[in-house]
T-cell receptor
Framework: ETGVTQSPTHLIKTRGQQVTLRCSSQ?????VSWYQQALGQGPQFIFQ???????GRGNFPPRFSGLQFPNYSSELNVNALELDDSALYLC?????????????FGPGTRLTVT | AQKVTQAQTEISVVEKEDVTLDCVYE???????LFWYKQPPSGELVFLIR??????QNEISGRYSWNFQKSTSSFNFTITASQVVDSAVYFC?????????????FGTGTQLKVEL
């Protein structure tokens, strides 16, 4: 069984640029959630996708957007990058969008904005 | 609003000592789930346990045990006979499921350092 994978591992961008992060969910999982983890903090929920539809969003501005594809992989897009966007971005997949199932996390993408 | 508090920022113990990580939560939901995750230096969050609000039985898994007390809104995690490999950041989390998916609300984490 393949776990959750994310790419790239590390990324350095300049303020104002745009970035796309990618996530492949665990086999059999149709739900993907994205979290932002600033240094020394717990992960913060960005949004969740269930069967290609957004299924909940946290307190993040519209410049954070996402997509889920028919194979349930997902992208997180961030426009107009700001210095505070520097963080570890974690993707998690689960069997479905209910709270019954635990979320399994990928290794994360470390984004640095300069 | 949901909230998870992990008051212990960092704990240092010597190998083979027992250690308890505290977690206090707030929620208005009557049905909710609590979780513990481990985050080693590699960054990946590793799922340890899920507990629903109707099951207050304590659970033991090897050297790990969890004490869920609804009366004090606490879900504490104990590692018995700690080992160096237990060194990591541990997060307690609460799930919100009243529509809008199963968002996890995390605490700020407790850094556990186990030394020889």
């Amino acid at each position: 069984e393949t776990g959750v994978t994310q790419s790239p591992t590390h990324l350095i961008k300049t303020r104002g640029q745009q970035v796309t992060l990618r996530c492949s969910s665990q086999s059999g999982h149709n739900t993907v959630s994205w979290y932002q983890q600033a240094l020394g903090q717990g992960p913060q929920f960005i949004f969740q996708y269930y069967r290609e539809e957004e299924n909940g969003r946290g307190n993040f501005p519209p410049r954070f957007s996402g997509l889920q594809f028919p194979n349930y992989s997902s992208e997180l897009n961030v426009n107009a990058l700001e210095l505070d966007d520097s963080a570890l971005y974690l993707c998690a997949s689960s069997l479905d969008g209910s709270r019954t199932y635990e979320q399994y996390f990928g290794p994360g993408t470390r984004l640095t904005v300069t | 609003a949901q909230k998870v508090t992990q008051a212990q920022t960092e704990i240092s113990v010597v190998e083979k000592e027992d250690v308890t990580l505290d977690c206090v939560y707030e929620t208005r939901d009557t049905t909710y789930y609590l979780f513990w995750y481990k985050q080693p230096p590699s960054g990946e969050l590793v799922f340890l346990i899920r507990r629903n609000s109707f099951d207050e039985q304590n659970e033991i898994s090897g050297r790990y045990s969890w004490n869920f007390q609804k009366s004090t809104s606490s879900f504490n995690f104990t590692i018995t006979a700690s080992q160096v490999v237990d060194s990591a950041v541990y997060f307690c989390a609460l799930s919100e499921g009243t529509g809008g998916g199963n968002k996890l609300t995390f605490g700020t984490g407790t850094q556990l350092k186990v030394e020889l």
